[in-house]
């Protein structure tokens, strides 16, 4: 954190905004995270005889969904890779801002 604010030394605002940001894209995706998983019910769209199923990572159909339905949980399944990519690569940016100066 010193370091960020050495290098905005006159423009402390600029870094304090620039740390709640960082922290907001790391909290973010996150919260998106647990809410997909909440929203497709611990499982993904497959069409199993015909039909669109909700199944588990294990092969269990949860229930059948309509055309609808199974559109949207793919949605859902390409949310939840942006979500997980957008935390990998706050990590990075957090630990620049919140690093001790040795």
Request: hydrophobic share 55%.
């Given at each position: 954190m010193r370091r960020v604010l050495t290098i905005f030394a006159g423009i402390g605002f600029l870094?304090?905004?620039?740390?709640?940001?960082?922290?907001?894209?790391?909290?973010?995706?996150?919260?998106?995270?647990?809410?997909?998983?909440?929203?497709?019910?611990?499982?993904?769209?497959?069409?199993?005889?015909g039909k669109y199923v909700l199944q588990s990572p294990w092969g269990r159909i949860i229930r059948e969904l309509s055309e609808e339905e199974y559109e949207r949980q793919k949605d859902y399944l390409?949310?939840?890779?942006?979500?997980?990519?957008?935390?990998?690569?706050?990590?990075?940016?957090?630990?620049?801002?919140y690093r001790e100066e040795e």
């Open positions: 870094a304090s905004f620039l740390i709640h940001l960082a922290t907001f894209f790391s909290i973010n995706p996150a919260k998106q995270l647990q809410w997909i998983l909440f929203l497709s019910q611990g499982g993904g769209p497959a069409i199993r005889d390409a949310r939840e890779f942006s979500a997980g990519w957008m935390m990998v690569y706050s990590f990075p940016l957090l630990h620049g801002l």
